[in-house]
């Protein structure tokens, strides 16, 4: 079966702190992985990684994709505490539906 | 430029009940995604609708159904309620169904079940 499994479930750091958070995946056919950040309702969309694209970079975040360990990481550099939130982790699989496969997320907190 | 509504934003229904959830994709998108999100887990996929057409349905009971509307603004309808229903549902949106094209999401629809 298919999953997602993203560590920690949960993370608290002081600001100014850099933090790394994982996502590992078992899917049939692979074609992209995702990262959303989550705050309060709309996961809003952070990067896509494919196989022509296996790193990504914006301010602070960056992520990449190591398509032999099947994984992914998300790091945040200078965290501020603006940055709280659930970070998803979704896997696009190309087995016919075009539907996500998310992780349950990691709830990161960055005190003041 | 809007991004995906959905409405209502809460609901609260009682057992048995019948709920209707209404998304508007952006504009141009032609894809439409529904997804359930119980508290403290991630997303799971119910339905995806592309040019009208259902083109892949998750592992969800028949009290399930969606559609897709000509202007590519999309239904969720969900019968017989129960209390495990209670979550937030997500509609997403996207260009069409290729590599490179993002899923974008709704504020959601708090659905409580009482």
């Known amino acids: 079966e298919d999953k997602v499994v993203q560590s920690p479930l949960s993370l608290v750091v002081h600001e100014g702190d850099t933090v790394t958070l994982n996502c590992s995946y078992e899917?049939?056919?692979?074609?992209?992985l995702l990262w959303y950040k989550q705050e309060k309702k709309a996961p809003t969309f952070l990067f896509m990684l494919?196989?022509?694209?296996i790193e990504k970079k914006s301010g602070r975040l960056s992520s990449i994709l190591d398509k032999k360990e099947l994984s992914s990481i998300l790091n945040i550099t200078a965290t501020q505490t603006g940055d709280s939130a659930i970070y998803l982790c979704?896997?696009?699989?190309?087995?016919?539906?075009?539907?996500?496969?998310f992780g349950t997320g990691t709830r990161l907190k960055v005190l003041a | 430029d809007a991004g995906v509504t959905q409405s209502p934003t809460h609901l609260i229904k009682t057992r048995g009940q019948q709920v209707t959830l209404r998304c508007s994709p952006i504009?141009?998108?032609?894809?439409v995604s529904w997804y359930q999100q119980v508290l403290g887990q991630g997303p799971q996929f119910i339905f995806q609708?592309?040019?009208?057409?259902?083109?892949g349905r998750g592992n969800f009971p028949d009290r399930f159904s969606a559609r897709q509307f000509p202007n590519y603004s999309s239904e969720l309808n969900v019968n017989a309620l129960l209390l495990g229903d209670s979550a937030l549902y997500l509609c997403?949106?996207?260009?069409?169904?290729?590599?490179?094209?993002?899923?974008?999401f709704g504020d959601g629809t708090r659905l409580s079940i009482l």
């Open positions: 997403a949106s996207s260009l069409g169904q290729g590599a490179g094209q993002p899923q974008h």
């Open positions: 899917v049939t056919n692979f074609r992209s």
């Open positions: 494919t196989s022509s694209g």
């Open positions: 979704a896997v696009d699989d190309l087995s016919g539906t075009y539907k996500y496969i």
């Open positions: 504009s141009g998108h032609k894809s």
């Open positions: 609708y592309y040019e009208k057409e259902e083109r």
